[in-house]
T-cell receptor, first 113, second 109 residues
Framework: EADIYQTPRYLVIGTGKKITLECSQT?????MYWYQQDPGMELHLIHYSYGVNSTEKGDLSSESTVSRIRTEHFPLTLESARPSHTSQYLC????????????FGEGSRLTVL | GQNIDQPTEMTATEGAIVQINCTYQ??????LFWYQQHAGEAPTFLSY????GLEEKGRFSSFLSRSKGYSYLLLKELQMKDSASYLC??????????FGAGTTVTVRA
C-alpha cells in the first residue's frame, strides 16, 4: 500500500492568488515527481527531485516552482494563479532499484477562475 | 526525450482477450512500465519490463522488444472492472518516466 498524500484534493481560487499544493510520502523514497494531467490527456512531467535540495524542471514548461527541504515533502507553488493553470496535479515518488515504479498520490484538482 | 505511441481506444467483450500495443523512441532506455488509470483516479502500477521477453502477472502480461522499440500489454479473461485507461511509460537514463497518451479500454457485457 502506497503512502503518499496530497492536499488539497480540490481547490477553486481566483486569478492572481498564490497557492501551494502539498505532497508528502512516508516511504522514505528519494525520488519525487510532479505531473500535470488535463482530463483525458496524457501525464506531463513538470518537476522532479532526486533527493533533498535537488530539484529539476521536467519536459513540460511550467510556471510553478518546487522545493525539497525534507525527504518526505515536495510542495509545488504557483505565485500567481491563472485560468491556464487549471488542471490536475499528480505527485509521485519512487525508490532506486531495478523496478522503482512510481507510486502516485490521489491528485490535486485545481480550478482557477 | 521520448516519443510514445499507443492506440486511443479499444473495445472488447467480457471474458475476451485484448492486446494493447505501444511503440516508443527514446534517447536512453531504462525500463518500460504499464499503468492502469480509472477515470478520476491516480495511475496504479501494473507491470515492468527492462529485458526482452514476456512478464506474466495473473491475468495481465507484458512483452518487450528493445530492438524494435515495442511493447504490448495483454489482458486476459476481461472483467467489467478492467474498463480503464492503460498507460505505457518509458524510463530514460536519468530515471525520468514519460507517459503515452493512454489507451481507453471499454469492456462490454
Amino acid at each position: 500500500e502506497a503512502d503518499i498524500y496530497q492536499t488539497p484534493r480540490y481547490l477553486v481560487i481566483g486569478t492572481g492568488k498564490k497557492i501551494t499544493l502539498e505532497c508528502s510520502q512516508t516511504m522514505g523514497h528519494d525520488k519525487m515527481y510532479w505531473y500535470q494531467q488535463d482530463p483525458g490527456m496524457e501525464l506531463h512531467l513538470i518537476h522532479y527531485s532526486y533527493g533533498v535540495n535537488s530539484t529539476e524542471k521536467g519536459d513540460l514548461s511550467s510556471e510553478s516552482t518546487v522545493s525539497r527541504i525534507r525527504t518526505e515533502h515536495f510542495p509545488l507553488t504557483l505565485e500567481s494563479a491563472r485560468p491556464s493553470h487549471t488542471s490536475q496535479y499528480l505527485c509521485a515518488s519512487s525508490e532506486y532499484g531495478e523496478a522503482g515504479e512510481l507510486f502516485f498520490g490521489e491528485g490535486s484538482r485545481l480550478t482557477v477562475l | 526525450g521520448q516519443n510514445i505511441d499507443q492506440p486511443t481506444e479499444m473495445t472488447a467483450t467480457e471474458g475476451a482477450i485484448v492486446q494493447i500495443n505501444c511503440t516508443y523512441q527514446t534517447s536512453g532506455f531504462n525500463g518500460l512500465f504499464w499503468y492502469q488509470q480509472h477515470a478520476g483516479e491516480a495511475p496504479t502500477f501494473l507491470s515492468y519490463n527492462v529485458l526482452d521477453g514476456l512478464e506474466e502477472k495473473g491475468r495481465f502480461s507484458s512483452f518487450l522488444s528493445r530492438s524494435k522499440g515495442y511493447s504490448y500489454l495483454l489482458l486476459k479473461e476481461l472483467q467489467m472492472k478492467d474498463s480503464a485507461s492503460y498507460l505505457c511509460a518509458v524510463r530514460d537514463g536519468d530515471y525520468k518516466l514519460s507517459f503515452g497518451a493512454g489507451t481507453t479500454v471499454t469492456v462490454r457485457a
